[in-house]
């Protein structure tokens, strides 16, 4: 957008016609103690020339994913984007298109979301989908607070193999709550341990939280923690990585009631860490405590089909104390994104895509396993990403990795289950056998040229 300045004449013109006298006329509501009485310290002007210079030169020094090979994961993914989804969902009535306050009016955008939901419930195996969740992350503690609710108990456990991003999310959310947070701790394998879950388990446990794969890409035992969690009265709550449910069983399958996840993968760039696509699903059961919107189709009374904000449960729709939301925003347009991706894939697609990132996984496994230095800590299957263990700390690999235009993955330092020489890579479908090579090769040249310590 250009920067037109304004001439001094032009003040006095806007000046006039406002019925001001001067530019600080404006600001006399403001107390004098908080005004600015000096002129800012600012250089002298430039041309737009030297402006656009300036800021091209800038913006020459960052260096995307276009430009590095990235193992980056935890929960955003460098994924294949196909053009058509730029080419459609960049259309101007998509663009302009907000949130549908008149529903009767918004046929095309209330259509988009009512899709999104189908494929969220035909992916989850749930009764019942919503939209405009923010991230995964917040999805996850908008679901503990509807299980908390609908079990009528404080207490949430969260697994040590949780995202750690989205652990601390909800320690947030719970603490205005005054909800207390139970950590199950992981076993030696890398994944929750069914003891220590089945011990914390009291009777004020209203919710318990499962990722699988969890935040180590590791497939935890979902049916021995589904069958320690049905003994009691609690809600089990999914966090998913949706590409996965092309190979595992869906959360309806092991008996989550409601399931959260990240969509990013499909088809929405990284973009910096956002904006993302959170997701919701859940039984039927549970489905008046949705929060967000619930999109049905109907028909008039004419016998045509339309669409209708089915459920909206934010406060500003209906009485404060009823509400069970304050989400604002409506992620529609990532929300189309990821609609438009999943149609073009089609049901053979998904499996094939879940494939491809199966097949890469597996060859990075063989291409790191016999690299001296490194060692694979956890044996159990895994999906999109893996846990190496190298013989110096990540953090100094990841420094290594990005002289060479690498993006080696993430220092599991600071993460629970994790030691400062764990390194989490992941390998999606974009990524080739030349680059997985590569990451190998700069693991051997690590090793070699560096001493242990």
């Given at each position: 957008m250009p920067y037109v300045p304004h001439t001094p004449e032009d003040i006095q013109a806007m000046l006039k016609v406002i019925g001001a006298n001067s530019v600080d006329d404006l600001f006399s509501d403001l107390p004098e103690n908080v005004r600015l009485k000096e002129k800012l310290d600012l250089p002298d002007g430039l041309c737009e020339e030297e402006v656009l210079w300036y800021f091209q030169k800038a913006a020459g020094q960052n260096q995307g994913q276009s430009q590095l090979t990235s193992f980056l994961g935890g929960g955003v993914y460098d994924c294949a984007i196909p053009a058509a989804i730029d080419a459609l969902t960049g259309r101007s009535e998509f663009l302009t298109a907000y949130t549908p306050y008149?529903?009767?009016?918004?046929?095309?955008?209330?259509?988009?979301?009512?899709?999104?939901?189908?494929?969220?419930?035909?992916?989850?195996?749930?009764?019942?989908?919503?939209?405009?969740?923010?991230?995964?992350?917040?999805a996850l503690g908008e679901a503990v607070l509807m299980a908390l609710a609908a079990s009528r108990k404080n207490t949430v456990v969260?697994?040590?193999?949780?995202?750690?991003?989205?652990?601390?999310?909800?320690?947030?959310?719970?603490?205005?709550?005054?909800?207390?947070?139970?950590?199950?701790?992981?076993?030696?394998?890398?994944?929750?341990?069914?003891?220590?879950?089945?011990?914390?388990?009291?009777?004020?446990?209203?919710?318990?939280?499962?990722?699988n794969p969890n935040y180590l890409g590791l497939i935890e035992q979902?049916?021995?923690?589904?069958?320690?969690?049905?003994?009691?009265?609690?809600?089990?709550?999914?966090?998913?990585?949706?590409?996965?449910?092309?190979?595992?069983?869906?959360?309806?399958?092991?008996?989550?009631?409601?399931?959260?996840?990240?969509?990013?993968?499909?088809?929405?760039?990284?973009?910096?860490?956002?904006?993302?696509?959170?997701?919701?699903?859940?039984?039927?059961?549970?489905k008046r405590r949705l929060p967000g919107r619930v999109v049905g189709a109907t028909t008039d009374n004419r016998g045509n089909?339309?669409?209708?904000?089915?459920?909206?449960?934010?406060?500003?729709?209906?009485?404060?104390?009823?509400?069970?939301?304050?989400?604002?925003?409506?992620?529609?347009?990532?929300?189309?994104?990821?609609?438009?991706?999943?149609?073009?894939?089609?049901?053979?697609g998904f499996q094939e895509l879940g494939q491809a990132n199966q097949i890469r996984i597996n060859a990075l496994r063989r291409a790191v396993e016999n690299v001296d230095g490194v060692e694979l800590p956890y044996e159990g299957p895994v999906f999109n990403e893996m846990v190496i263990r190298l013989g110096k700390p990540a953090a100094q690999f990841i420094d290594f990795a990005r002289e060479n235009n690498v993006l080696a993955g993430i220092d599991l330092k600071n993460f629970p289950v994790g030691t400062e020489n764990d390194l989490l890579v992941a390998v999606t479908e974009k990524r080739t056998a030349e680059e997985i090579n590569q990451l190998a090769d700069l693991l051997a040249s690590f090793h070699s040229t560096a001493e242990v310590k």
């Open positions: 008149q529903p009767e009016v918004s046929q095309g955008t209330l259509q988009a979301i009512y899709e999104w939901q189908t494929f969220i419930c035909r992916l989850t195996g749930m009764d019942v989908a919503n939209a405009s969740m923010y991230d995964g992350a917040t969260l697994p040590d193999t949780l995202n750690p991003r989205y652990r601390r999310v909800v320690a947030t959310m719970m603490r205005g709550e005054g909800v207390k947070v139970l950590i199950a701790k992981a076993s030696d394998n890398g994944t929750t341990d069914p003891d220590s879950l089945k011990n914390i388990m009291t009777d004020d446990v209203g919710c318990v939280v499962i990722q979902v049916d021995t923690l589904s069958a320690i969690v049905k003994n009691t009265k609690a809600v089990l709550v999914a966090a998913v990585n949706p590409v996965s449910l092309s190979l595992l069983k869906t959360p309806a399958e092991y008996g989550a009631q409601i399931t959260v996840g990240e969509a990013q993968p499909f088809g929405i760039p990284t973009s910096w860490g956002g904006p993302l696509l959170g997701f919701m699903s859940c039984t039927d059961k549970l089909s339309g669409y209708v904000l089915t459920l909206q449960t934010r406060e500003q729709h209906i009485r404060r104390e009823k509400a069970t939301s304050n989400i604002c925003s409506n992620q529609g347009l990532n929300a189309l994104r990821a609609t438009v991706y999943l149609a073009m894939l089609g049901k053979e």
